[in-house]
């Protein structure tokens, strides 16, 4: 199905419109996406990341998108590809108190109407508790709601990893108790499922990070997730 932002104003990216389509308002809306978290976000040098999947099926489906962030690279060199918006927040190595204590400045700069999350890897191989994961997760919604207050935020179940997957399987289920305990009528918080379609055999090359078809499963994941929000809130304008 393809989905067009035209004349959906601004009610789901943080300005409010009365959807009217006239003069620059006719123009289809740009979705300002920012993607945070690690190094499942941001890729290692020579890979696509899913950035580059997620991107290609945006735009296949006529989604006008500009990816936002501080970050235009991948971990210690370029992307694969060279034919999409690099820019991101995805940070090699880092934990969720990290990514706190530079949201601030990372979402006043971007002014992102939705964000992925991808976060909280690291925060299990350091031996972070789950419930200081969890609060540095919800401190980082809090963040990003200061700065837009219809921020859209897609939060993901973390794909498995290697040794840590008990760990990492119990976590997500905080996480969907998070944005079930978050989510407002302003400022939609969705969950999405990465861990249970990732085979750690087949789809991760050392244990924690994707291959391509990791990559692709999980921009196909997330893709679904922001279909379903711009479906909905086609819905809810044409009503």
Known sequence: MVISLVGLGWSLFGQESDGAETGAQSRATVLKLMPLGDSITQGAVGRASYRYWLFQLLRQAS???????????????????????QDHEGHWGWRSDQILAQIDTWARAARPDMVLIHLGTNDVFYNRDEASIIAYLSAIVDSLRVVNPRVTIIVAQLIPALLYDHIIFRLNKKIVDLVASKSTNSSKLMVVDQYNDINLLSDVYDGVHPNQSGEQKIAKKWFEAIQNVLQASAGQSSK
């Open 63 to 85: 989604i006008e998108v500009d990816f936002v962030g501080s970050q235009s690279q991948n971990h210690q060199g370029s992307n694969l590809f060279n034919d999409f918006d």
